[in-house]
T-cell receptor
Framework: GEDVEQSLFLSVREGDSSVINCTYTDSSSTYLYWYKQEPGAGLQLLTYIFSNMDMKQDQRLTVLLNKKDKHLSLRIADTQTGDSAIYFCAESMGTDKLIFGTGTRLQVFP | KAGVTQTPRYLIKTRGQQVTLSCSPISGHRSVSWYQQTPGQGLQFLFEYFSETQRNKGNFPGRFSGRQFSNSRSEMNVSTLELGDSALYLC?????????????FGPGTRLLVL
């Protein structure tokens, strides 16, 4: 079945690392994504990983994929107040239909 | 390149009316997908169009429909609006290149049904 789960909230201090976790159930997922949504805005694609990869790094962002446990994480290094937003993970099975998680609200405090 | 554009950005309608939302994909993108975002249900897939054909459809009633034009622009229509249709409607466009798959979202159309 299709189900993607995330914890609802995460609060971190500015300068620390943030780790947002996601679990999915469909092992046939081909791509997994992380999107960021700021208040009143659409979704901003942050990064994505192909299912045959374990890790992808893009500047402050590191994505880890554990395909055996169906676990995806997004690590944001040196978290800034501008990183405060809702973060969604999403999976696709090679089509353009994305299954989104519930979103994790990240709050960064000084 | 210009991003995905959606019009209108905000819309207020009353129950029973119908509404048409428009989406212009990024130049060169041929696939357009639509999503509904509500506080209760989160982000849910509506449908996807590629080369004027609907390739995929989510679990929404027949009141929700869409189409894609030859220039890849897409419209979605909701007939006989209900209060529960109040939501942010997001459009995304994509292309696929080898192992890369990127889907970019527009700012959304916020629909309020009274």
């Amino acid at each position: 079945g299709e189900d993607v789960e995330q914890s609802l909230f995460l609060s971190v201090r500015e300068g620390d690392s943030s780790v947002i976790n996601c679990t999915y159930t469909d092992s046939s997922s081909t791509y997994l994504y992380w999107y960021k949504q700021e208040p009143g805005a659409g979704l901003q694609l942050l990064t994505y990983i192909f299912s045959n990869m374990d890790m992808k790094q893009d500047q402050r962002l590191t994505v880890l994929l554990n395909k055996k446990d169906k676990h995806l994480s997004l690590r944001i290094a040196d978290t800034q107040t501008g990183d405060s937003a809702i973060y969604f993970c999403a999976e696709s099975m090679g089509t353009d239909k994305l299954i989104f998680g519930t979103g994790t609200r990240l709050q960064v405090f000084p | 390149k210009a991003g995905v554009t959606q019009t209108p950005r905000y819309l207020i309608k009353t129950r029973g009316q119908q509404v048409t939302l428009s989406c212009s994909p990024i130049s060169g993108h041929r696939s357009v997908s639509w999503y509904q975002q509500t506080p209760g249900q989160g982000l849910q897939f509506l449908f996807e169009y590629f080369s004027e054909t609907q390739r995929n459809k989510g679990n929404f009633p027949g009141r929700f429909s869409g189409r894609q034009f030859s220039n890849s622009r897409s419209e979605m229509n909701v007939s006989t609006l209900e209060l529960g249709d109040s939501a942010l409607y997001l459009c995304a466009s994509s292309w696929k290149t080898g192992n890369e798959e990127t889907q970019y979202f527009g700012p959304g159309t916020r629909l309020l049904v009274l």
